[in-house]
């Protein structure tokens, strides 16, 4: 059991793909499988902004939960193309994920950028996954346990706790790659991650703390079996319902 007493969450970051009728098609087979057996673990599924409403439509009434992929610091306001949080709690979502890599690069989002972001969306009543990760340059410079550590300390908000919050360990260089750190560079970072939370934030020792790069069906039970290793958070595979499945399937071998 990856951590005892904590249930894996698997979520899937859609991240700028797909259309309606991929959206529609994607959920409908995720949810058959959901419904024909569902597995001790969490599922969240994050499509783009447009595609939040008609998503959430299809997952009223099952335990499937909605999430966004970034939100705006204020809760709203001049601020053109963007989204706040409260308006993805209107739409039911009850996640977002802030600080995903791709956005501290696209859009050079600082760690009190992220900490900001955080804040708004656990005023909001959401829970905020707080994306942090190294770069292989500094994996290769032996840096990558001080630097998460850094980003960590700077991007989770002031009124975190166990409840509104999770932690996504993405390492950039396995993120959309086929490469993943070995189980033991896992296990190293996710105890690291772990120390830091429980000295830190209120119940940390019990928040999530998702592995993300190249999470497939093929390595997720190993994966999610590490120690420390609570769900996942998936990108490419995540937009195939048998690959999002069997992540999730994986996962659950691990749920205690
Ligand atoms: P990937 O992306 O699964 O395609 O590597 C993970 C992520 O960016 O969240």
Same mark, same amino acid.
């Given at each position: ?6 249930? @894996? ?8 793909? %797909? ?17 024909? %057996?569902?597995? @001790? ?12 409403? @008609? ?9 499937? !939960? ?25 739409? %039911? ?11 501290? &690069? ?9 900490? !900001? ?7 909001? %009543? ?8 190294? &770069? $292989? ?84 039970? $190993? ?34």
């Amino acid at each position: 059991m990856a951590t005892p007493g904590i249930r @894996p969450l698997v979520a899937g970051n859609w991240k700028m793909n %797909g259309s309606l009728a991929m959206a529609s098609a994607l959920v409908g087979d995720i949810k058959a499988r959901h419904q024909g %057996g569902a597995l @001790p673990v969490d599922l969240l599924l994050c499509p783009p902004f447009p595609y939040l409403a @008609p998503v959430g439509a299809d997952l009223a009434g099952t335990a499937i !939960a909605l999430g966004g992929q970034d939100c705006h610091v204020k809760a709203n306001g001049a601020h053109t193309g963007d989204v706040s949080a409260a308006m993805l709690a209107d739409l %039911g979502c009850r996640f977002t994920i802030l600080g995903h890599s791709e956005r501290r &690069t696209d859009h050079r989002e600082s760690s009190a950028t992220v900490a !900001a972001k955080a804040k708004a969306a656990l005023d909001a %009543g959401l829970t905020a996954i707080i994306c942090v990760g190294e &770069t $292989e340059a500094q994996r290769n410079a032996g840096e990558e346990l001080k630097i998460v550590e850094n980003q960590l300390i700077e991007s989770i908000p002031s009124g975190a706790n166990v409840r509104n919050a999770v932690v996504a360990y993405e390492p950039v260089w396995a993120i959309g790659t086929g490469k993943t750190p070995t189980v033991a560079d896992v296990a190293a970072m996710h105890r690291h991650i772990r120390a830091l939370l429980e000295q830190r934030v209120p119940g940390g020792g019990k928040m999530r703390i998702l592995y993300g790069g190249s999470v497939k069906p093929g390595n997720a039970a $190993e994966l999610m079996g590490v120690a420390e290793v609570n769900g996942a958070l998936v990108g490419g595979a995540s937009l195939k319902a048998e690959d999002f499945w069997g992540i999730a399937e994986g996962a659950a071998k691990s749920a205690g």
